[in-house]
């Protein structure tokens, strides 16, 4: 797993900092990896510390099995943790092929589900964590595995809930790529 963490320094000194990132299973809340390194930052200066955490016989994230890890982000200053992150994420491989199609780690996934726009019936657009959620639960119910979204940017909630509850997600920003609808849209 590789996780990229980007360290700002806004004082006029250079700094000496600690970078600990710890993975969890996050079904047991089992630790499976960890990382640790120092890191030097310039003044009034942001910079990207990339680690690599290998985790022994991953649980794969798919539809069927939506497994998830936490990874821990600490960045710890003279002893004292300056900031911390905590992030979810899923371990899969995914391939395309003119001769197999989509492939979810290694096996041929049909995807069966639709498009969904950002709002929730009569609550509106507004997001709100637990309709968001009951949209997928719906949507499994259904049989979907995957979404896209219908050219509105999605709310956090719902790719948690995506991840948490197994849909995969095409995430479209805009619906005109080529051809303007109108003369300051996104083609």
């Not at 969890?24 to 390194?37: G, L, M, P, R, T």
């Not at 992030?87 to 780690?105: C, D, H, P, Q, Y």
Request: overall charge neutral.
């Amino acid at each position: 797993v590789e996780v990229s963490t980007t360290i700002k320094n806004d004082s006029d000194q250079p700094k000496s900092m600690q970078l600990k990132t710890v993975i969890f299973d996050s079904k047991n809340n089992k630790e499976v990896q960890q990382a640790f390194i120092t890191v030097q930052i310039d003044p009034k200066s942001e910079k990207v510390f990339k680690q690599n955490l290998k985790v022994s016989s991953p649980k794969l994230w798919s539809p069927e099995s939506p497994n998830l890890y936490n990874a821990k982000v600490s960045i710890i200053d003279k002893q004292e943790i300056a900031d911390q992150s905590i992030l979810n994420f899923g371990i899969r491989t995914i391939t395309f092929s003119v001769a197999e199609g989509f492939k979810l780690n290694g096996k041929t996934t049909l995807l069966n589900g639709g498009c969904v726009h950002h709002d929730n019936g009569a609550l509106g657009a507004a997001s709100f964590d637990r309709a968001e959620e009951r949209k997928i639960e719906i949507l499994k119910e259904a049989g979907f595995n995957a979404v896209r979204t219908s050219h509105n940017p999605p709310s956090p909630a719902f790719l948690d809930a995506c991840d948490r509850l197994g849909i995969l997600v095409i995430d479209e920003a805009f619906d005109g790529w080529r051809t303007k609808k109108n003369e300051y849209d996104y083609s």
